[in-house]
Every structure is written in structure tokens, then in C-alpha cells.
């Protein structure tokens, strides 16, 4: 534990900025999506895809602002580890997607 | 009141079959045996202080390992059973009911309650030495792991003597499996052992994957490290990523027959076919979490045994992290016959044959190991090399099985059946009992014996082919899975009744092999260097057996085959302990808990299994209580003076 | 097993290099690392949800329809509570990477109460749409809903819980080395459950206003 950390500490702000922009931003964000989903002025793919990409754009601000996510003790092996849950997540989620639409073949 | 007891006996139990009654009788002695011999000789404390309570690895492997020969011993019967029915037409010895639970529990048994916990054997007992650590990442979470999975088994085993087995294949495909056509408690029992083993499975997988990152001895880098680590790293990487799909389709099936949802039902909307695609995410990369610890034995054997590195150890590191990602990319190979539409099918059955290549570097990779080395053919020696061949067959069988139109073909016949015994014995169980001959001697302080060893090896290998290759022919023939007898006029007959013959060599083979284990225990040669293969990792650097805390210093490593390094310089683990005084060790404290918690999920999943919600409840509310007692807890480790150390090296020869 | 004291860090952070708290003891680096595998791990058990929920969410069998079910105002309250939460968490660790007894305790209270109001307002929500007759039973589409958002509820509880046990715990030995880790951990946990709920306030709800 360092000293110089327990000292700035006693000063430290209660809500300190790069937090707080993170809040702000998620908020926008979010409100960013519900704006456009009541707008109805695009179609349904277009406002799905910008709806995904501003998702995509949460989780950045989660693991930036929040979760401390380019922090480790040696190499960062865990960002690693989330890329691939991520990627066979979409995987998942995708191949399921396409092998399931048989019906539509079918009938 | 007795009347009504009486009845709810009668469907509790299983009645009516003289083969399960005989069943109940062993059963209720070998109990009894145990409980007597357990007493009489004052063991119980013994029991609970060394092994229920032990946070140990090498311990929590060894445990995984008699629980994986007993399982193999039930499965085998089951094979046994049915590989009876089929020896002949129209033989009556089981009836259908019968003969569908015993192949769902055959399968389900040697994939989940076998093939896993004799590869988390391995993974316990070995890792942590090969790579110079004193215990795996989290070893509390490690004697969670192996509760859950033991308690997940017996409540499967259960099924059979109580409430009836599940019936409908080791896949379970609804809408068979749904609760209007298959009213018993049998998928539930099914559902929720695997629920509840699955945990447990997760959590080795995390486990090893910190393990093997974070606690390798100073100087491994990643690129020095055993390639069996490697493929230990590799298959919990695949277990993380490919278990959570199986415990969704597990548990949305149960909520179907518990709480009336309609996911694959054929009303309201549902579709079974979804079961299927999510059993499969998981399903095929489960073959490579058994297969690819396999590699890796094979290339710690067959380096070891021709006395040379392993030919092409970069590739070899490559080949297993490409299959790591490919294999979760071909999960569809395994319903073309769906009716996907032909970019689907077409798109896995590319993707399935690219697995070959890599698989194909690893094949070649051993081969040239072996060219001119000074090769020993001592018995993992002759596993590792009866598996070349062996599992080459099986793959080039499943590239057949991988062309879309011809699997048209092939779905669900015999052909299926003998190319995934081929993968699966050929591949996983041989490359096992490679490692478990292999290091044996690590584990217990002797060798088995050889005579009997390859006794075992010839029956075994021998019953192999003739009960496997004449089922391809059969599958060409038409003969499906799962049919419980077939008429003279197909032709059949014969082929059957030499496969039927094969599989009996291969159940005296295995009786072999438990005869050479008592026998060795007595008569086998002791281990008295702790390297008796002279072999090339970390491992053997060690007395045999282990003492608890593995390494008295955490070895300097500086190159691949650290140990082989070290024996060329003329360096022992004598030396680099004396270099400096020793120094106490934080270890992990014995804890009752993971035991305990082990019999919550028990009572939970039974509970469920008779939709009893108050058990499952219970027992649910148990498992929350062992969490929050754990994370309340502080004082978990204790401290070995170096003292202590000192004397226990010295008397095993290392100081 | 050796302890990693004076390590450095890889990302040499605010306060000059040296690594937090709750990587200082031997298992703290172990412990974190688990648990973001541990996450990734949840990212496929969730993606297998939203996968089911995706291929279900037509099959509603003549009865309702995302579109008809889905309320607005419902949705977007439960989004603001926890994306609030999940700052609120954040501020616990900062207050707690300040050595800030008091602060930490003050934040992780605040985030426990919005985690079991989130909770309740999505019982309610479960329990309004109950009455109207869409239950889990009613149709494929109604099953992968409440499957896949009460999971995320139940990780949710799950969460509240864990908390709980931790905040007595900082409440009994203030800020160490094993109470930073948890503390960590459990903010990881929070944070997690927030992105997976960005995905379903995207691709359930509003996918279902927008459809």
C-alpha cells in the first residue's frame, strides 16, 4: 500500500471526473437509442444496426470508465480471455440465427 | 396409511426387472461392506480428515480416478448388456424399455461421469507438478469442483434403483424427452446430474486455465512449458467456452418439464430443434475437451519414451490452440440431416474437415518424434502407439462423416457409432491409460506391473477392432443406433455376433487391467528415484508419492524439458534446495465445506428430480448458506515451518 | 506460493506504478483473473440465451407480441436504475482505492438499494404482464423472454446477496488487502451485469418497440 494514495486520499473528490463522464456518457447513450427507436424514421434494420453499434459503445464506456479493464499485474490475459467468450458468443448467436431459419426454407 | 406408503414405494423404487433386483441386493452389501470395513477398521476420522475434507490436488486426483474406474466398470457393464441383446436376432434378453436406458446411461456415463473425471484426474495430478506450483490457482474451488461432479453421478447412478433411468440416448433430443412422452422422473435425473457435474466442470476450467497462467515456476514461459499443460490449457479454455450452451439447454428443457414453458415443445410456438443446436455447441467441442488432453499425454509419452524432444513443438503448440477455435465452429456437422438450408451445410462441412489438418500436424509430429529415437516399448509406450493409428482411422472416418450429402448416408447408423468408439477409445480412453501408466508411479510410489500390463494391452486393442470394425460394415448394411433387436433376414447376424465377441475381449481386458492393479499394489516394483522413466519434465524431479506441498523451492526453469536439462548438467532437486535455507509455506487449510455444499446441490437436484419444490428449495438455500460462509471466512491457510520442510526432504532423499 | 508485493504493474496507472490494493496478495492476481474468465464464461451462458430468444421470439402462438407487451416507461426506469448502479459501484472502488472507509461503505449501500429496486421494479413488470396473461407458459416467445431477462434478474439478486455478505465484512475489518479484492470482484460482477443488460434493453425491448 502506498502512502503517497492513503494521503491524496483524505482529498479525493467524493465523485471524481473520469467517473462521472463515464455516467453521463452511458446515459446519453441510452437515451440516444430510445430517441431513435420512437423517431420511426428508419427502417427497422438500419435503426437495429445503430441501436447495436451504440450497445457496443456502453460496453466500451463499462470497461473503460468503470471496470478498470486495461489493468493487470503481468500480461493482460484476461482481455484475451473476453475476446474469445465475445467472439464465440456472436458465434453462438449468429450460427444459431442462420441454422435455424430452416423453416422459412421448409415451408 | 401402509397401503398408501406401499404404492408410493412402488414407484419410487424400480420394481419388476430380476436384473436390478440383483442390483439392489449388491448394492445394499457393498454398502454395508464398506460400512463395515470402515468401522471396524476406525477409519471413518481417517476418511474424513485425509480425503472428504482435503483441499490437496494430487488427493482431489486421485479421487477423480476411482471415481472414473468405477464409472468406466458401469459403463462397460452397460456395453456389455447390450452388445449381449444384439448378438443375435430377436434375443429377448432385455426388453426395449430396458435396452433404451441402458445405452442412454452408457453414453451418458462414459462421456460425463468417465471420459471427465479421468481426464480432471490428470489435470489434478499433474499440472501443478509439471509446471512447478505447490497447488492448483484455487484449491478450494477444486474440491467444489470434484463434489459437484461426485454428487451429479450418484444422483445419476441413482436413477437406477430409484425413480427409474432416463431413456431416451445420451443426447436427449426433445420432443421426446418432453413431459407428455416421457412422464418419469428418468430426464430429470438425467437434467439435473449434468446440471449439477457441469458446474463443477466450469470450475475446473477456470481453475486450470489461472493455474497454468499465473503459477508457472519462474523462467516457463509460456513457449517452455510440457505440452501436456498446453493441452490441459487448450481443453479448459474449450470447457469455459463451450459448457455454459449445455447448461442452457439443460436447463431450458427442465424448465419445459418442470414449470410447463414451451421451448422445444411441439405446441405454443416451441422448437426442439433449438436442443439440439444448443446440446451441439456444446456437444462437439466436448469431444475435444476429452481428445486434446489425449494429445497431450501421447506427446509427453512418446518424447519421453524415444528419448528425444518433441519433434516440432511450435506446431504442436499451434495445431492445439487453431483445433481449440475451430472445433467451436462445426457444431451443425452433427444434424445435417435437419434440413439447414445448403449454405449451412456446406459451410460445416468445410469447416469440419479443416479440423483435419491441424490434427494432422500432431499425428506427423509423433511419427517423426519417434524417427530415430531409441524407442522403449514400455506400456504407455504401447498405448501411445496403438493410439496413432487407431484414432487416425477414427478421424479419417469422421472427414467421411463430415461430407454433408453422403452424411445422409451415414446419420445415425452403426458406421456413426464405430467412427466415434474409434475417437473416443481409440482416442481418449487410450491415451488416458497411456497417462495413467505413465504416471502412476508419480501418484502412488510403484509401477504396474508389466506382464499382466500387456496382457491388458493385447485383449483390449484386439477386442477393439473386431467389436468396432465390423459395425462400420453394419452401418452400410442399415443398421441403425439404438434399435434394441433385428430380424435374421437382414444379414446381420454375423457381424453382430463377432462385434458381440470383441466386446467381451475388451471387458476381459479391462478385468486385466484391475487384476494387474491389485496384483501391482503388492508385487508391483517400487519407485524409489521419483524418476522412474527418466523422464524430461518437472514432475519427475520429484520423489514419488509427492509430498503435499509439491516443490520445498519452486524450481529456476530455463528451458523446454526442464528436468531432462536439469539431469544433463548434472544439477538434482538436492541442489537447488541446498543453494539457501528453506523457507515456511503457505498452504490452503482441509475444509469440510466444498463436501458439504456437494450435499445441498444433491438434495436440491433430487428434490427437482421428483418436482418436490420444498427439497429443491432447500437445498438450494443450503448451497447459498456454504457461499456465505466462505466468503466470511478469513483464516484459510496454515503455515509449514521450514523445519518441517527440512526433515521431510531429507528423509525423502532431497537435501 | 509466493507473494507478489512489489510487482509492477502493466498499465501503470494514476497513482504512479505501483499496483492497487487487491492485487498485493498472493491470490489477489489469481482471484481476478478467475473472475474475468469466470465473466467470459457468463457471456456465453447469456449468448446462448439471447440465441434461444432470437429464434423464439416470433413463435408467440396467436398470443402477445413483443411490440404489444413491452411498456416504455417500465423499461427505461429498470435501464436508469442500473446503469446508476453501475456508476455508483464504480465510485465504491474509487472511494475504496482512496482508502475511504466511510465513502466505500456509503457507495456499496447506495448500490445495494438501486440493485433490489431494479429488482423489484422487474418483479412488478414480471407481475403486470402476468396478469395480463402473458406468462412463461403461454408461448415460446413468452418463455425465452422471462428465461433470458430473469436470469439477468437472478444474477442480479445473486449479486444484492454477495454484496451484503461483503459490505459486513469491510463493516468488521475496514479496508484490506482481501476486503479490496472482494470488493473489486463484486464491482466487476455489478459492472457485467449492466453490459448484459445493454443488450437486452437493446435487442428485447427495444427491438420489440421498433419491430
Known sequence: MTNGRMQEGKHAPLIPMKNFVGYLLSLVLTFAALALGMAHVLSFGAVMLIMLLLAVLQVVVQLIFFMHFTESDGPRYHIVGLALGAFFALCVIFGSIWIMTFNSQVH | MLESLKEFAGHFFVTGEPLIYMSDVAIVVVSLAIVFTLTYLKKWKWLWKEWLTTVDHKKIGIMYLISALLMLFRGGVDALLMRTQLALPNLHFLDPQHYNEIFTTHGTIMILFMAMPFLFALFNIV????????????????????????????????????????????????????????????????????????????????????????????GMTLMKMPLFSWSVLASCIIIVFAFPALTVALALLMFDRLFGTHFFTMLHGGNPMMYINLFWVWGHPEVYIAVLPAFGVISEVVATFSRKSVFGYKSMVAALMVITVINYLVWAHHFFTMGASAGVNAYFAVATMLVGIPTGVKVFNWLFTMFRGRIRLTLPMLWAIAFIPCFAIGGATGVM????????????????????????????????????????????????????????????????????????????????????????????????????????????????????????????????????????????????????????????????DAWWHMKQNGETLAAQNKKAPLEPIHMPKNTGRPFIMGVFFFIAGFGFVFNWFWMGAIGLIGVVITLIARSQERDTEYEIPAEEIRRTESALGRL | MTTVAEKRPTNAGHDGGRLPLEYTRHEGPLNILGFWIFLATDVVLFASLFATYFVLRTHVDGGPTDKELFGISGFTIETVLLLTSSFTGSLAVYAMRNGNKKRLLGWLIVTLLLGIAFVGYELHEFLDYAAEGATMQRSAFLSAFFTLVGTHGAHVTFGIIWMASIIVQIARYGIDAINARKTFIVSLYWHFLDIIWIFIFTTVYMMGVVS
Not at chain 2, 165 to 177: I, K, R
Not at chain 2, 513 to 540: F, H, N
Not at chain 2, 552 to 557: H, K, L, W
Request: glycine letters at 10%; proline letters at 7%; aromatic letters at 20%.
Open chain 2, 401 to 560: 462423416l463430415a461430407a454433408a450429402p453422403a452424411d445422409y448416408q451415414y446419420h445415425n447408423s452403426f458406421f456413426l457409432i464405430a467412427h466415434f468408439h474409434q475417437t473416443l477409445i481409440g482416442g481418449v480412453v487410450f491415451g488416458l491409460l497411456a497417462g495413467l501408466y505413465y504416471w502412476w508411479p508419480k501418484m502412488f510410489g510403484f509401477i504396474l506391473d508389466e506382464r499382466l500390463g500387456k496382457w491388458a494391452f493385447w485383449f483390449f486393442n484386439i477386442g477393439f477392432y473386431v467389436c468396432f470394425m465390423p459395425m462400420y460394415a453394419l452401418g452400410f448394411m442399415g443398421m441403425t443406433r439404438r434399435v434394441y433387436t433385428y430380424p435374421a433376414e437382414t444379414g446381420w447376424t454375423g457381424l453382430n455376433f463377432v462385434s458381440t465377441i470383441g466386446a467381451y475381449l475388451m471387458g476381459i481386458g479391462f478385468l486385466l487391467i484391475v487384476a494387474q492393479v491389485l496384483y501391482s499394489i503388492k508385487y508391483g516394483k517400487r519407485d524409489v528415484t521419483g524418476d522412474p522413466w527418466d523422464g524430461r519434465t518437472l514432475e519427475w524431479a520429484l520423489p514419488s508419492p509427492v509430498p503435499h506441498y509439491n516443490f520445498a523451492r519452486i524450481p529456476e526453469v530455463s528451458e523446454l
Open chain 2, 127 to 218: 499440472v501443478p507438478l509439471q509446471i512447478g506450483a505447490r497447488d492448483v490457482a484455487f484449491p478450494y474451488l477444486n474440491a467444489i469442483s470434484f463434489w459437484l461432479f461426485f454428487f451429479g453421478a450418484l444422483l445419476f447412478n441413482l436413477s437406477f434403483v430409484i425413480g427409474g433411468s432416463p431413456d431416451a440416448g445420451w443426447v436427449s433430443y426433445p420432443p421426446l424427452t418432453e413431459l407428455a412422452t416421457d412422464p418419469g422422473p428418468g430426464e430429470n435425473f438425467y437434467l439435473l446430474s449434468l446440471q449439477i457435474s457441469g458446474i463443477g466442470s466450469i470450475a475446473t476450467g477456470i481453475n486450470f486455465i489461472v493455474t497454468i497462467l499465473k503459477m508457472r515456476a519462474p
